[in-house]
T-cell receptor
Framework: KQEVTQIPAALSVPEGENLVLNCSFTDSAIYNLQWFRQDPGKGLTSLLLIQSSQREQTSGRLNASLDKSSGRSTLYIAASQPGDSATYLC???????????FGAGTRLAVHP | NAGVTQTPKFQVLKTGQSMTLQCAQDMNHNSMYWYRQDPGMGLRLIYYSASEGTTDKGEVPNGYNVSRLNKREFSLRLESAAPSQTSVYFCASINLSGNTIYFGEGSWLTVV
């Protein structure tokens, strides 16, 4: 059974800092791994998707890496801004498209 | 293009009442999902439908039933609501290539 864990559960940083969010998964037989952003009271927005054959994906100030052998993914946010404040969730697809399993999320607060 | 639409957005039920959450997507996606989100627990998969006419149990199916009415619609029914089913419910869909999953805005359900 796939289990996805995110560390830390919460993070508070001053504006401008570079930061790393961690995601680990127990079953390395994943199809892909995705990072999402969730604003309070809202649904989820997909940020980055890394296919199992890839090592990383980049979008603007965001960079996500994937190491299947160690069961880990990281989301790097460069030069954080108050607008980055949200909950970030990772999720792995395994067993085809049938099992998208989420971590509990990291709640990020970036203060001016 | 509305994406994934869920109704209702808010609902209060009494214990033992029944209700159906509706979900529709207009992106011609094959796979659809129902998740529930509880504080500190991320999203947990209730049921999913890999294609029209098929449904399968996820991680937490007890107390729920689903119906894939057609390719567009996937409904979630609570036959006899319990306080433990107080949660935020998200519907999602994904295309065959599995590149990105799209979420609805969520349905806030309170069972008293």
């Amino acid at each position: 059974k796939q289990e996805v864990t995110q560390i830390p559960a919460a993070l508070s940083v001053p504006e401008g800092e570079n930061l790393v969010l961690n995601c680990s998964f127990t079953d390395s037989a994943i199809y892909n791994l995705q990072w999402f952003r969730q604003d309070p009271g809202k649904g989820l927005t997909s940020l980055l998707l890394i296919q199992s054959s890839q090592r990383e994906q980049t979008s603007g100030r965001l960079n996500a890496s994937l190491d299947k052998s160690s069961g880990r993914s990281t989301l790097y946010i460069a030069a954080s801004q108050p607008g980055d404040s949200a909950t970030y969730l990772c999720a792995s697809f395994s067993g085809g498209y049938n099992k998208l399993i989420f971590g509990a999320g990291t709640r990020l607060a970036v203060h001016p | 293009n509305a994406g994934v639409t869920q109704t209702p957005k808010f609902q209060v039920l009494k214990t033992g009442q029944s209700m159906t959450l509706q979900c529709a997507q207009d992106m011609n996606h094959n796979s659809m999902y129902w998740y529930r989100q509880d504080p500190g627990m991320g999203l947990r998969l209730i049921y999913y439908s890999a294609s029209e006419g098929t449904t399968d149990k996820g991680e937490v199916p007890n107390g729920y039933n689903v119906s894939r009415l057609n390719k567009r619609e996937f409904s979630l029914r609570l036959e006899s609501a319990a306080p433990s089913q107080t949660s935020v419910y998200f519907c999602a869909s994904i295309n065959l290539s599995g590149n990105t999953i799209y979420f609805g805005e969520g349905s806030w359900l309170t069972v008293v």
